[in-house]
């Protein structure tokens, strides 16, 4: 059984930093890729940033520059640090992942996901 469990989000004044972590657990984390996206009041779910498993990653143009994905294959855990926040970046974040190698034009795409987190909020004011 798949679980992805996110924290690290809160509430950060604009221009503040947030890391925002995801451990995977219940497969070969390594063989996976990872992405993380948000969803804000009213609005759909958009993918943010996305890793496979050689560390490639590949990033919304609203976040280019700001946000950086990382990953630690030993602790099966994806990072998200968001640099340079904005009031339009406030949203929940959820991390998901995929069995398997997606392409690239679909790494910011939630349908080529197949498991997801709870959530976690992130208010920027």
């Known amino acids: 059984h798949v679980q992805l469990v996110e924290s690290g989000g809160g509430s950060v004044q604009a221009g503040g930093s947030l890391r925002l972590s995801c451990t995977v657990s219940?497969?070969?984390?390594?063989?996976?890729?990872m992405g993380w996206f948000r969803q804000a009041p009213g609005k759909e779910r958009e993918g943010v940033a996305a890793i496979d498993s050689d560390g490639n990653t590949r990033y919304a143009d609203s976040v280019k520059g700001r946000f950086t994905i990382s990953q630690d294959n030993a602790k099966a855990t994806v990072y998200l640090q968001m640099n340079s926040l904005k009031v339009e970046d406030t949203a929940m974040y959820y991390c998901?992942?995929?069995?398997?190698?997606?392409?690239?034009?679909?790494?910011?795409?939630?349908?080529?996901?197949?498991?997801w987190g709870q959530g976690t909020q992130v208010t920027v004011s």
């Open positions: 219940g497969y070969g984390y390594s063989s996976y890729s």
């Open positions: 998901a992942a995929s069995r398997g190698y997606i392409a690239t034009s679909r790494r910011l795409v939630a349908t080529a996901y197949n498991y």
